[in-house]
C-alpha cells in the first residue's frame, strides 16, 4: 500500500560518499533535503581500501573541500596515517593520502549529516521513481511511502543487482554482506535508461597478531602531518605504521594452479573491472615476467584488528585465499577474518548525462558516483558535490555550475564521462588532466572556493580564510621582487648549497627561481630566523616563482582551448542536416549533444576535420543571424 510520507525539495538516494556530499551541498545551500539509504550502519562506508586520497585522488578532496564539500573535513577528524605521495616529483603531482579509522569516518560523517540543518536521513529502500510525462517527482520506498520532491539524485554505488563473486561460489549482495538494491534497476530501463554490468573488488581482511612484522618493511607516515581541509592549518598526533611485504614464487604457483576457478576466469562474470586496479590474478596473468609482487598491510582502525592487505584482491576460492595469503611473507600463519570478492553491479551510461550531472532525457533527474560508472570513494563524492550543487540551482532556476577541464580535476572527470563515456569503471589519475601544472592540490582553494562563496555553499569563513591567503601571498611576491641582495651577503649562503656564486645584485624573487634555493635560503640571507607567514603561503609563493615560466606557459594553452570552449553550440542545431559532418560525427554529435565546440571536439569519433566543418557552419549561421551566435 504506497502512502505520502513527505515532501521536500531534494531527495538523494544512496548514502555512500557520494549521497553524503550531494545531500550536505543541498541542505548547506537552503534546501529541504533527504538523504535515503539502505541501512543507516552503511553511512559513507568504506567497504574497499580505508584511505582517502592519493595519486590523483587527494586532488579531488583538496577540491571538494574548496567547493565547501565535507570529504576533508571527515578525513582529518577520523585519520591514522597521513602520507605525501610523489615528494620526489614536481608539485603538480603531489598527492596526499590518509588512512582512515573506517569506522570512525563513518561515524564522524554520519554524526555531521544527523545535525545538518534541513536534511533528514532515513533507512528505506528506494524501488520506483515517480514519474510524470519527462520529469521526475519523487521516490517510493519498497515499504510503500512515497517521497515527493523537486529533484532526485541518485547515488546508488554498487548496490544496484549486486552480486558476489568468491571462486565458484556467488551469491545477491551489496558490498560487506549488506543488502542489494534489486528492483530500481527495472525501472530505470524502462525509463529509457541504458544500464551496463561493471565489477569491481576488495581484497581479504586478515588478524593483526597472526602477522609476523619483523619480516616486513615499516611504513610509517610523515613527520608533518598536511591537513586535507584548508580550513585546518595543522594538526598533530600519533600515527599508525603500515607494512610493505611481498608475494612469493609459491603464491604464483597457487594462483596460476587454480586460475581456473576464479570467478572471472571461469566466465562466471561477464563485468567489466577497473584496469588500474587489477585483481591478483590479472598481475600474475599480465605480468608473467614479473616473480613478485607488492603488498601493502594496512590497520583498518584503532578498536579492530582487521588489517587491509592491499594489492591482492581476488574472486578466487576462500580456501585458495587461505592458501595464497600464507605463502607470502610474513603471513605465513595469517588468519583470515573476511575473504576477499568481486561484486559486480548496474550502472549507467554516464554519455545520458549532461555537464551538470542531470539525466538528459528525464529532467530534474540527478545521478552521481559509482552509479555513473566511476571507481573510489573520492570520484564519487567529488560527482555527489556537483550533483547536490546542480540540483538546487536547478530548483532555483539559476545556470548549472559547471567546471571545465581547465578549472577543477572535478571538471576533467565530468567531462571525460559525460563527452567520452567510459568502457571501464574510471579512476582519476594526474595523467588525465592536460593542465595539471595549473591544477595542483595545494591552490585548489584559491581555484574554486569564491566561486562556490557566491551561490551560497562555501562559508564565509572559508571564504575569508582564502582571501587572506591569496593577499599575504600577493603581498609576499612583491616585497620579493622589490627587495635586493648582494653577492657579498648571499654567496656565503649560496657556497654552502653549491649554488652558482652572484657576480652582481639580484632580487630575492629571481634568486628563488633556483632549484636548489629554497625560502629557508631567503630568510638566512635576510638574516632572519624565522617568518610569520604561514606555511602555505611560503609553498604557494615557492612553487608560483619556481615554475612561473611553465605555468604561463600552461596559462595561453588554457586561453586557446577557453576560445573552443567559449564557442556555444546552440541546444536547437540538428547535426544531420550539416553538410560535410562524416555519418559517425553526426550520429556522436547527435547522441552526446555537446554544449560547445570544445567539448565536440572531445567526443570519439569526431575528427578535426569534423570540427572545422561545425566551426564554419556556426560561424555562417551566425552571420545570418546578423552577428547573433
Excluded at 273 to 291: A, T
Excluded at 400 to 415: H, K, M, Q, T
Excluded at 418 to 439: I, W
Excluded at 579 to 592: N, P, V
Aim: proline share 4%; aromatic share 6%; charged share 30%.
Amino acid at each position: 500500500m504506497k502512502y505520502h510520507r513527505g515532501t521536500y525539495d531534494v531527495v538523494v538516494v544512496g548514502g555512500g560518499h557520494a549521497g553524503c556530499e550531494a545531500a550536505l551541498a543541498s541542505a548547506r545551500m537552503g534546501c529541504k533535503t533527504l538523504l535515503l539509504t539502505l541501512t543507516l550502519d552503511a553511512i559513507a562506508l568504506m567497504p574497499c581500501n580505508p584511505a582517502i586520497g592519493g595519486t590523483g585522488k587527494g586532488h579531488l578532496v583538496r577540491e571538494i573541500d574548496a567547493l565547501g564539500g565535507e570529504m576533508g573535513l571527515n578525513i582529518d577528524k577520523s585519520f591514522i596515517q597521513s602520507r605525501m605521495l610523489n615528494t620526489a616529483k614536481g608539485p603538480a603531482v603531489h598527492s596526499l593520502r590518509a588512512q582512515a579509522d573506517k569506522v570512525k569516518y563513518h561515524v564522524e560523517m554520519k554524526k555531521t549529516i544527523e545535525t545538518q540543518e534541513n536534511l533528514e536521513l532515513i533507512q528505506g529502500e528506494v524501488v520506483d521513481l515517480i514519474v510524470e510525462g519527462d520529469e521526475v517527482k519523487g521516490v517510493t520506498l519498497r515499504s510503500g511511502a512515497q517521497f515527493f520532491s523537486r529533484a532526485v539524485i541518485l547515488a546508488t554505488g554498487v548496490y544496484l543487482k549486486s552480486k558476489i563473486f568468491i571462486g565458484e561460489f556467488n551469491y545477491e549482495s551489496g558490498p560487506n554482506g549488506l543488502f542489494p538494491a534489486m528492483f530500481l534497476s527495472e525501472r530505470l530501463r524502462e525509463l529509457g535508461c541504458d544500464l551496463r554490468r561493471f565489477k569491481t573488488g576488495t581484497p581479504a581482511r586478515i588478524h593483526a597478531d597472526s602477522i609476523d612484522y619483523s619480516k616486513m618493511t615499516i611504513q610509517p607516515g610523515d613527520e608533518e602531518i598536511v591537513p586535507f581541509s584548508f580550513l585546518n592549518d595543522e594538526i598533530n598526533m600519533e600515527q599508525q605504521p603500515c607494512w610493505l611485504t611481498r608475494t612469493t614464487g609459491d603464491t604464483l604457483r597457487i594462483i596460476k594452479e587454480n586460475i581456473h576457478r576464479s570467478a572471472f576466469y571461469r566466465g562466471d562474470m561477464n563485468s567489466v573491472g577497473p584496469r588500474y586496479c587489477p585483481s591478483i590474478e590479472d598481475k600474475v596473468i599480465r605480468f608473467e615476467d614479473k616473480p613478485t609482487h607488492q603488498l601493502f598491510i594496512e590497520p583498518e582502525g584503532l578498536d579492530t584488528k582487521e588489517m587491509y592487505v592491499q594489492g591482492m584482491s581476488t574472486s578466487l576460492p576462500e580456501e585458495v585465499q587461505i592458501d595464497m595469503l600464507r605463502s607470502v611473507v610474513g603471513l605465513e600463519e595469517v588468519k583470515v577474518m573476511r575473504p576477499a570478492y568481486a561484486i559486480e553491479y548496474d550502472c549507467i551510461n554516464p554519455t545520458q548525462l549532461k555537464p551538470s550531472l542531470e539525466i538528459k532525457h528525464i529532467n530534474n533527474l540527478f545521478s552521481a558516483g559509482q552509479f555513473n560508472g566511476t571507481s573510489g570513494y573520492e570520484e564519487a563524492a567529488a560527482q555527489g558535490l556537483m550533483a547536490g550543487i546542480n540540483a538546487v540551482l536547478k530548483i532555483r532556476g539559476e545556470e548549472p555550475f559547471v567546471l571545465d577541464r581547465s578549472e577543477a580535476y572535478i571538471g576533467v572527470i565530468i567531462d571525460d564521462l559525460v563527452t567520452k563515456g567510459t568502457n571501464e569503471p574510471y579512476r582519476m589519475m594526474t595523467s588525465r588532466a592536460e593542465y595539471r601544472l595549473v591544477l595542483r592540490q595545494d591552490n585548489a582553494d584559491l581555484r574554486l572556493t569564491e566561486k562556490s562563496y557566491q551561490f551560497g555553499l562555501a562559508s564565509k569563513e572559508r571564504y575569508e580564510k582564502v582571501l587572506y591567503k591569496k593577499n599575504k601571498v600577493e603581498a609576499e611576491m612583491e616585497r620579493l621582487k622589490k627587495t635586493s641582495t648582494s653577492p657579498d651577503i648571499a654567496n656565503p649562503i649560496l657556497e654552502k648549497i653549491d649554488s652558482s656564486l652572484l657576480k652582481a645584485g639580484i632580487t630575492l624573487y629571481e634568486l628563488l627561481k633556483r632549484p636548489e634555493v629554497a625560502y629557508k635560503h631567503i630568510l638566512e640571507i635576510e638574516d632572519k630566523n624565522d617568518t610569520d607567514l604561514p606555511k602555505y603561503v611560503i609553498e604557494q609563493c615557492e612553487i608560483v616563482i619556481k615554475y612561473e615560466g611553465y605555468i604561463e606557459k600552461q596559462l595561453r594553452q588554457i586561453d586557446q582551448f577557453k576560445k573552443l570552449e567559449n564557442k556555444k553550440i546552440p541546444e536547437e542545431i540538428d547535426f544531420n542536416q550539416i553538410d560535410g559532418l562524416r555519418l559517425e560525427a553526426r550520429q556522436k554529435l547527435s547522441d552526446i549533444r555537446p554544449l560547445s565546440v570544445g567539448q565536440a571536439s572531445r567526443i570519439s569519433g569526431v575528427s578535426p576535420a569534423d570540427v572545422s566543418v561545425l566551426l564554419v557552419y556556426l560561424e555562417q549561421r551566425r552571420r545570418q543571424k546578423g552577428g547573433q551566435a
